[in-house]
């Protein structure tokens, strides 16, 4: 079974409208900070992954 997409529409929506950054300032957010943010704006992010999950997205979509 293939992976779901990231939601991006929804992260950019929550970045840019709910968090009101900037759009670089949204761009330069990392993931972590992202959640931080929106979990102390009451946005409860329930679900995490783990190292080896965070290990095989990054395999499937290397930054370089």
Known sequence: MPAAPFPWD???GLGLGVLRLSPDAFWRTTPRELALALRARGFGLAATIDRAALDDL???????
Request: net charge neutral; charged share 40%.
């Open 58 to 64: 990054m395999r499937r979509h290397p930054d370089g």
């Open 10 to 12: 929804e992260a950019i």
